[in-house]
């Protein structure tokens, strides 16, 4: 009895139980290892695949060949972080901490409604929804709005109804834990089968989308094709009015130029030159320079 209980305290110790991590295609995601800190030795797997080796004495870790490596990093807190998570992301997970195994499992769902979530009464519609990292055997299945279990992981409708409007759930469960996925889908009444089938109750009314309009005409948009049309008209003339001032400004601003440039080249005419005509007094008549010669008396008879 001893033995046997030692036997299960020792498996304990050297194997934890670990988590259950979902997450959708293209999301960051973060794996805790199950301790804080550690002394010896950090390592993480991604199956039995090394990721990344942390020496606790010297913190330089060592990494692996694991197709997620390029993708992750181990934490100081000996979380695994991992971004861009694809759909081969998913499985288990091994994280080794002195000597302690720490298992988990990283459940990657890609779900989708082709053509869109908004759907068309009376079209078709495909709802799939992958889901990888689960045991071998595990049942992927849709619930519908209604509750009703679908068993399948692809759904098709052949002809969208009222009734499938409302939160679809992907289902399925991994390690005896259940879990679902919503998506939300929405139906529509097309606006061409509205136009074209009237309600019989009520009598055509103008000016309301999907009623016939008075004259006869199909409204679009609650607006007659007259109305349309003569949107069409007054946007062509505008446009047309538009162009035609551009072209007027243009040939106008040529015009300025080509004068500018016929009166910058003319000859200029020739103009009398004017002098300077100074209200100065006249100059006063210069002096002889030298000495004046005397004249010679007359002789005495």
């Given amino acids: 009895?001893?033995?046997?209980?030692?036997?299960?305290?020792?498996?304990?110790?050297?194997?934890?139980?670990?988590?259950?991590?979902?997450?959708?295609?293209?999301?960051?995601?973060?794996l805790d290892c199950g301790v804080t800190t550690f002394k010896k030795v950090l390592a993480w797997y991604q199956k039995e695949v090394l990721i990344s080796r942390v020496d606790g004495k010297s913190g330089f870790p060592r990494r692996g060949t694991?197709?997620?490596?390029?993708?992750?990093?181990?934490k100081l807190d000996t979380k695994l972080g991992i971004t861009g998570v694809t759909m081969e992301d998913g499985g288990r997970f091994t994280c080794e901490a002195d000597g302690r195994t720490y298992h988990h499992t990283l459940v990657v769902i890609s779900m989708s409604v082709v053509p869109s979530r908004v759907l068309q009464l009376g079209s078709e519609a495909t709802l799939q929804c992958q889901v990888k990292g689960l045991d071998p055997g595990s049942l992927v299945q849709w619930i519908r709005p209604?509750?009703?279990?679908?068993?399948?992981?692809?759904?098709?409708?052949?002809?969208?109804?009222?009734?499938?409007?409302?939160?679809?759930?992907?289902?399925?469960?991994c390690d005896r834990e259940?879990?679902?996925?919503?998506?939300?889908i929405t139906v529509q009444v097309s606006t061409t089968s509205a136009s074209i089938i009237p309600n019989s109750s009520e009598a055509p009314r103008s000016g309301v989308p999907g009623h016939p309009a008075e004259d006869g005409g199909v409204l679009l948009l609650g607006l007659s094709w007259w109305v349309w049309l003569a949107l069409g008209v007054g946007c062509l003339v505008l446009v047309l009015?538009?162009?035609?001032?551009?072209?007027?400004?243009?040939?106008?601003?040529?015009?300025?130029?080509?004068?500018?440039?016929?009166?910058?080249?003319?000859?200029?005419?020739?103009?009398?030159?004017k002098y300077c005509n100074c209200d100065r007094p006249t100059a006063a008549a210069k002096p002889r320079q030298g000495r004046r010669r005397e004249k010679p008396s007359a002789l005495p008879l």
Avoid: Y
């Fill in 178 to 184: 259940m879990f679902r996925e919503n998506v939300t």
């Fill in 241 to 273: 009015l538009l162009v035609l001032s551009v072209i007027l400004c243009q040939r106008i601003r040529r015009k300025k130029r080509r004068k500018f440039v016929r009166m910058k080249n003319a000859p200029q005419p020739l103009r009398p030159r």
């Fill in 1 to 30: 009895m001893k033995m046997t209980v030692w036997c299960v305290f020792v498996l304990g110790a050297v194997s934890a139980a670990g988590k259950v991590v979902v997450t959708h295609v293209g999301q960051n995601v973060v």
């Fill in 66 to 74: 694991a197709p997620v490596v390029t993708r992750s990093k181990v």
């Fill in 146 to 173: 209604n509750g009703q279990l679908t068993g399948l992981e692809e759904v098709q409708l052949k002809s969208v109804a009222n009734s499938d409007e409302g939160i679809w759930q992907c289902a399925f469960s």
